[in-house]
């Protein structure tokens, strides 16, 4: 809302109200000011974070806001394993991936996402989402074979995937030579 008065603070009605924002949207972009002198637009906030300054214009006269637009809780882990089964021979390797957004599906960016695992290793334990909320790590299959459960965890926030860890087949040849009694 955008309050026009004029030099002795008596509301001004028939205003013209020019809105802008500098993030997000604002409707409508302008406003008449009604009988109180006071001229409406709605803000609706973008899928950025950070600080949104709302400016209100009534010909060379402007004021502005300010906003903070801050992201969600982060309740959406989604975690990807390619591939999804390896051979259980101590180096076979596996990309693990996990994208985390907030509520509002926007990507959680900055913040550290830890890894672990069973039946191998993880390099890196720890990682930091880039700006799409991406990290990725690499799982090392241990020799013994099973189901490994990777784990990626933020903000007390825990998601797993399986992955299929097969015994190492191993070639042999074996010779017999036939003796006899005599």
Request: net charge neutral; no cysteine; charged share 5%.
């Given at each position: 809302v955008?309050?026009?008065?004029d030099a002795v603070n008596a509301p001004v009605a028939g205003a013209v109200v020019t809105f802008t924002a500098s993030q997000g949207t604002v409707a409508p972009l302008t406003a008449m000011t009604n009988g109180s002198g006071s001229g409406t637009a709605t803000f609706t906030a973008g899928a950025g974070v950070g600080l949104a300054t709302v400016q209100a214009n009534v010909g060379a006269i402007s004021?502005?806001?300010?906003?903070?637009?801050?992201?969600?809780?982060?309740?959406?882990?989604?975690?990807?394993?390619?591939?999804?089964?390896?051979?259980?021979?101590?180096n076979s390797m596996a990309t693990v991936t996990a994208r985390v957004v907030d509520a509002?599906?926007?990507?959680?960016?900055?913040?550290?996402?830890?890894?672990?695992?069973?039946?191998?290793?993880?390099t890196p334990l720890t990682q930091t989402l880039d700006a799409a909320g991406?990290?990725?790590?690499?799982?090392?299959?241990?020799?013994?074979?099973?189901?490994?459960?990777?784990?990626?965890?933020?903000?007390?926030?825990?998601?797993?995937?399986?992955?299929?860890?097969?015994?190492?087949?191993?070639?042999?040849?074996?010779?017999?030579q036939e003796t006899g009694i005599l």
């Open positions: 955008a309050t026009v008065v004021r502005t806001t300010t906003i903070s637009l801050t992201a969600g809780a982060p309740p959406t882990i989604t975690l990807t394993v390619t591939p999804t089964a390896l051979t259980a021979n101590g509002l599906l926007n990507p959680i960016a900055g913040k550290s996402i830890v890894f672990t695992g069973t039946l191998g290793s993880i991406l990290a990725t790590t690499t799982f090392t299959a241990g020799t013994l074979p099973g189901i490994a459960v990777i784990t990626a965890q933020i903000e007390g926030i825990t998601e797993t995937v399986q992955i299929v860890l097969a015994a190492a087949h191993f070639s042999t040849t074996i010779t017999t």
